[in-house]
């Protein structure tokens, strides 16, 4: 060898040798990618009593919570446990005083309370994005993709739609088309998310509910929930390969309402058995939100942005009625009245220290696509839990003209409000 291959030679092995050290196995970060998957109509005793291995495999790693969905009930903010509310719950982690879907069917969302897709693209278009779906209106309406009123953009990889195709999909009274549907769904999903692995993903499977309407309780509702346990076992053994790739995957599996507690052919009320469900994850990092309270289907949105590291625009997430179960946060439960001229708020403090800031607006102009004003109250500690701050005249004077407030309590690490309403002024 010549001295200058010999050179050579040394400068590619030295650069090569470097090279190796700053390889991800050498301690880059693993890059997150997030999933939710909504399995319809299952209540949580169900979910409990049956056999599911995937479920139970997910749910081992991190836990396995009861959460409710509907609302607060008999305020301002309770939605009724129909499928496309639930939906829209999830994806805009707000109630349906707010996203303005209150049944399956004549769906007007306001888009100016942003899903979560919406939140990805804007904060980086070039994120990619998966719906697999046995309903394609989750897409075209409540997502309202490529609709500019709801902010026209596009997912990038979408398979749905089939529900529409009679031909490949025979309906039939049994259903068993839908369960054909969610077969061949889950399993593009699984092979979709193996080869491509997009950053944020919905999986939709429809069939429990067909079956739990068509015969409630018993041993044809059970078979189909062990049967989308499987369909989720597919997509788990696909995020498990990508975890091989080094990526941070999280995944949260809920349902969309519970089922009636006469027969299970029902739901739609706000009965106990309605409006309990569950949430399967495998979150490493869950605070005590989720670990000692149950937690909402609203916040399922917050927990999988706080993942792929996305905070949304400060209009937006002041609306968001949902808390992030993972990582540190500052309060949950957040509450909070007008006596006379004083305003007292209420919370559940998750932080030893820290400072929030309070604020009250007399108008809802955001869901009109405007800006409130809102008046700056003070600062509170969060550890106190509650607080209360005198309103000056000019604001119990435009309360008692409005009879309607909003208050933002903004924290270290998460924000929460809530609406004071006395007469319907929205």
């Not at 050579?8 to 650069?15: M, T």
């Not at 939140?119 to 394609?136: K, N, P, R």
């Not at 439960?333 to 006379?340: K, M, S, V």
Request: proline residues 5%.
């Amino acid at each position: 060898m010549t001295p200058m291959k010999t050179i050579s030679y040394l400068l590619v092995l030295s650069i090569l040798v470097i090279g190796a050290c700053q390889t991800p196995e050498a301690g880059s970060t693993k890059k997150p990618k997030a999933i939710f998957i909504i399995l319809d109509g299952i209540p949580a005793d169900v979910v409990e009593k049956v056999a599911t291995p995937y479920l139970d495999t997910i749910s081992r790693i991190a836990g396995y919570s009861r959460a409710y969905v509907g609302g607060i009930k008999g305020s301002y903010s309770e939605t009724p446990t129909i499928s496309a509310p639930g939906y829209m719950d999830l994806l805009t982690s707000t109630w349906a005083n707010k996203h303005n879907v209150w049944d399956n069917y004549n769906q007007q969302p306001n888009y100016h309370y942003w899903n979560i897709f919406r939140m990805v693209e804007q904060h980086d278009s070039s994120l990619q994005t998966a719906i697999f779906s046995t309903w394609q209106d989750n897409r075209t309406i409540l997502v309202g993709e490529g609709q500019p009123r709801a902010g026209n953009f596009q997912i990038d990889y979408a398979f749905d739609g089939f529900e529409r195709d009679t031909l490949q999909f025979p309906h039939d009274k049994e259903a068993r088309y839908i369960q054909a549907i969610d077969e061949h769904v889950s399993t593009e999903a699984a092979r979709y998310i193996h080869e491509k692995g997009p950053d944020l993903s919905w999986v939709y499977l429809e069939y429990t509910d067909d079956v739990g309407h068509a015969s409630g309780d018993g041993e044809a509702f059970y078979a189909a929930v062990r049967q989308a346990d499987a369909q989720v076992g597919k997509i788990w053994q696909a995020i498990k390969y990508r975890e091989s790739l080094r990526e941070d995957w999280l995944i949260v599996i809920t349902t969309d309402h519970g089922r009636d507690a006469l027969t299970g052919r029902g739901h739609g009320g706000q009965s106990t058995r309605e409006r309990t469900t569950w949430m399967v994850t495998n979150a490493a990092n869950l605070n005590s939100h989720y670990t000692s309270e149950e937690p909402y289907v609203v916040d399922i949105a917050p927990t999988l942005l706080k993942h792929l590291g996305i905070v949304p625009p400060t209009e937006i997430r002041q609306e968001m009625d949902g808390t992030p179960f993972i990582g540190p946060i500052s309060m949950s439960n957040f509450a909070a009245e007008i006596q006379g001229d004083m305003l007292h708020a209420r919370w559940t403090p998750h932080a030893e220290s820290g400072q929030g800031s309070l604020r009250i607006a007399f108008t809802n102009t955001f869901a009109k696509g405007g800006q409130d004003d809102y008046y700056t109250l003070g600062k509170v500690p969060v550890l106190d839990g509650q607080a209360k701050v005198k309103l000056s005249q000019k604001q119990l004077e435009t309360y008692q003209r409005t009879r309607f407030a909003k208050i933002v309590l903004q924290g270290p690490y998460n924000t929460s409000n809530y609406w004071i309403v006395n007469a319907v002024i929205q």
